[in-house]
């Protein structure tokens, strides 16, 4: 069984900071991608940061340039960095991650969400 839990949500105001982490656990054999997703009030859960366990990262263009994703293997844990926040920015942040897990075949996994809230 693996397991992805999330941390560091919150409410902000406008221009502030907020640092998510999300850790992986259980009988993992490998990861290849962790990323973020987000989901806002009303619309569908969209895309906002990956990165491989090369260390390539992507971004939506929403974010690049605010946000900063980073990852530390050996934790099995990936961050999300986000700076100048906007109230745009405000959804429930999904941690991802495509997971080989011991005994299975490579499968994509979600954790439970974290409300982050941009308001003055």
């Known amino acids: 069984q693996v397991h992805l839990v999330e941390s560091g949500g919150g409410l902000v105001q406008p221009g502030e900071s907020l640092r998510l982490s999300c850790a992986a656990s259980g009988s993992i054999f490998s990861i290849y991608v962790m990323g973020w997703y987000r989901q806002a009030p009303g619309k569908q859960r969209e895309f906002a940061a990956t990165i491989t366990s090369a260390g390539t990262t992507n971004y939506a263009d929403s974010v690049k340039g605010r946000f900063t994703i980073s990852r530390d293997n050996a934790k099995n844990a990936v961050y999300l960095q986000m700076n100048s926040l906007k109230p745009e920015d405000t959804a429930v942040y999904y941690c991802?991650?495509?997971?080989?897990?011991?005994?299975?075949?490579?499968?994509?996994?979600w954790g439970q969400g974290t409300q982050v809230t941009v308001s003055s």
């Open positions: 991802y991650a495509y997971i080989n897990a011991v005994g299975d075949k490579p499968s994509p996994y």
